[in-house]
């Protein structure tokens, strides 16, 4: 049973790069959130993608995208990368939306020079 | 007010005693509640959930809930070393899909 997988996992980027994290959701998940995590603190909700639409969005700027594909996996794009930026991405996978638990991958860590 | 808090910690226990970590919330709509574990450098790993008042057990963990006083607890029994780690709570807010986590409490189980 494949769980959430992310890619890459590791990603160093100077200040206005732009950046394209990737998630494939855990086997029979349809639903994909993304999270960003600074250093001491919880996940931050990014938004959530269900039927390829984004649901849901946190307090984040536009320069945070993403987009959800027919076979579930999502992406998540940053634009005009600023060094508050550097993080750990996280991507998590349930089964419809609203309260479900959720299930994240390793995360990406994103580093901005 | 911030719509989830716990207690930054550490929180230390000895080996073989029950460790109990705690987080209010402040949406009162809210209607699902999540522990997760974080050892240093991985990701988030899904622990217990909990819906309805009272307890929940799985294994040495127990997870309580009470919505009247807004207030989400889990019990570790017999903690042991690999139990140290940070444990983040997660509310459901704002009526919709938008999972909101604590700072998270970092458990430390001394031998």
């Known amino acids: 049973d494949a769980g959430v997988t992310q890619s890459p996992t590791h990603l160093i980027k100077t200040r206005g790069q732009q950046v394209t994290l990737r998630c494939s959701p855990k086997?029979?998940?349809?639903?994909v959130s993304w999270y960003q995590q600074a250093l001491g603190q919880g996940p931050q909700f990014i938004f959530q993608?269900?039927?390829?639409?984004?649901?849901q969005r946190g307090n984040f700027p536009d320069r945070f995208s993403g987009h959800q594909f027919p076979n579930y996996s999502s992406e998540l794009n940053v634009n005009a990368l600023l060094l508050g930026d550097s993080a750990l991405y996280l991507c998590?996978?349930?089964?419809?939306?609203?309260?479900?638990?959720?299930?994240f991958g390793d995360g990406t860590r994103l580093s901005i020079l | 007010q911030k719509e989830v808090e716990q207690n930054s910690g550490p929180l230390s226990v000895p080996e073989g005693a029950i460790a109990s970590l705690n987080c209010t919330y402040s949406?009162?709509?809210?209607?699902?509640f999540f522990w997760y574990r974080q050892y240093s450098g991985k990701s988030p790993e899904l622990i217990m959930f909990i819906y309805s008042n009272g307890d929940k057990e799985d294994g040495r963990f127990t997870a309580q809930l009470n919505k009247a006083s807004q207030y989400v607890s889990l019990l570790i029994r017999d903690s042991q070393p690999s139990d140290s780690a940070t444990y983040l709570c997660?509310?459901?807010?704002?009526?919709?899909?938008?999972?909101?986590f604590g700072t998270g409490t970092q458990l430390k189980v001394e031998l």
């Open positions: 993608y269900y039927e390829e639409e984004e649901r």
């Open positions: 997660a509310v459901y807010t704002g009526g919709g899909n938008k999972l909101t």
């Open positions: 086997s029979g998940h349809d639903t």
């Open positions: 949406d009162r709509g809210s209607q699902s």
């Open positions: 998590a996978s349930s089964l419809g939306t609203g309260n479900q638990p959720q299930h």
